[in-house]
């Protein structure tokens, strides 16, 4: 066992050490996956301009009138009243209708009629929905309580008149909203250090970058296996005293080490020159890391036992990078895409390590959370090498 993998560490180093020999290895591992970081994280990095939201108020109830309030709170949204909706009016900006009755339909405890119109399919379309969809609930909060609030006052004392239930009523809700908007007691307070606050822009673009880059160094293993057997060196090693087992986890080590290393200098350059938090948790980023880069690099081990020349190998590296970036949410958020998209894209490896590396970045996840992705990347990892041993040529 100690001589096998001596013999697989010389293999990885030796594969290692004659990559990182050449120059352009540097410019391509390390030069265009920060250039493009750096290029996306500027774009993505800017503060958007607010949204337009243009409201009509048909119901013009005190309950609309703080509907209308919470949008305005609402961060990104900038919202413009106007009497009636009209062409010059909207200019095809999204429209919101508060229908006449909206009010007394909530306070009644009953489903008010909303309007939301001329919505893009894009992420701006999506904060929109989001945004009233917030506002909404806080009002709708507001008026449960106050209406809870009267029915009890009503059964200590009832009101001599529905104007005096309806004034009740009115103060109540006065005096929900507030507290509904800001509660006064929570369970816990935690506020950030200024280490654990995302860059905006970078810790968005560096997780995809890191992901598009390095699935195409390891899916490179395939152009590995398929020249070496092109210039017979597969065969030359068999000669000698060495397995072939031995041969075939010293090629992918080297390869999979590569891909370590491109991805550590990737995470220490984000960190030191764009400001990314790479999370709270170095174990979890290290468990996110190791996992995909298995799952990538025995996917390049399955390619190379498809494809059955150099240029065959290196198509295949190039559509498949691109096709599991771009499908996993290496190039944009799966959010604001359909239900069925996303469901479809769960069978990728993509997608469950930007998962891991989402939950590291953006919301501090710890290893326990990473888990889930960490075993699903692992359990491709084993079906690739599953798939590859049994079609993998030496000759």
Known sequence: MAAMLRRISSIARTDLRIELRDRSTWLFYLGLPLLFTAILGVATGSSPSPLRLVVVDADQSAVSRALISNLDAQHGLA???????????????????????????????????LGLANLTSDANGVVVRQSVGSAVDEVA????????????????????????????????????????????????????????????????????????????????????????????????????????????????TGRYMLGLLQMALLIGVGAAVFGVSWGRSPVALVLVVLAFALAA?????????????????????????????????????????????????QVLPTTWAMSGFNDVILRGAGPLTVLPAVAVLCGFAALFFALAVRRLRFD
């Open 79 to 113: 919202t413009e009243t106007v009497d009636a909706a009209s062409p010059d009016a909207t200019s095809g900006a999204p429209l919101l209708t508060i229908a006449s009755g909206f009010g007394a339909d909530l306070l009644a405890g009953n489903v008010p009629t």
């Open 141 to 252: 909060a507001a008026a449960t309580a106050a209406r809870i609030a009267t029915q009890a006052a009503s059964q200590i004392r009832p009101f001599g008149s529905a104007s005096a239930q309806a004034a009740y009523l009115a103060s109540a809700l006065d005096l929900a909203q507030p507290l509904i908007a800001a509660p006064a007691a929570v369970t816990r307070a935690e506020t950030a250090s200024a280490a654990d606050v995302p860059s905006s822009g970078f810790s968005e673009s560096s997780p995809g970058e890191l992901v598009t880059w390095t699935l195409i160094t390891l899916l490179g293993v395939s152009e590995v296996f398929i020249s070496e057997r092109l210039w017979g060196t597969l065969r030359r090693l068999l000669v000698t005293p060495t397995s072939r087992a031995t041969i075939v986890i010293g090629k992918i």
């Open 297 to 345: 690099v025995a996917l390049g081990v399955l390619l190379a036992s498809v494809a059955r020349t150099r240029a065959q190998a290196t198509q295949l590296t190039i559509l498949a990078s691109m096709l599991l970036a771009s499908l996993g949410g290496a190039w944009f958020p799966l959010d604001i895409t359909p239900a069925a998209f996303r469901a479809i894209a």
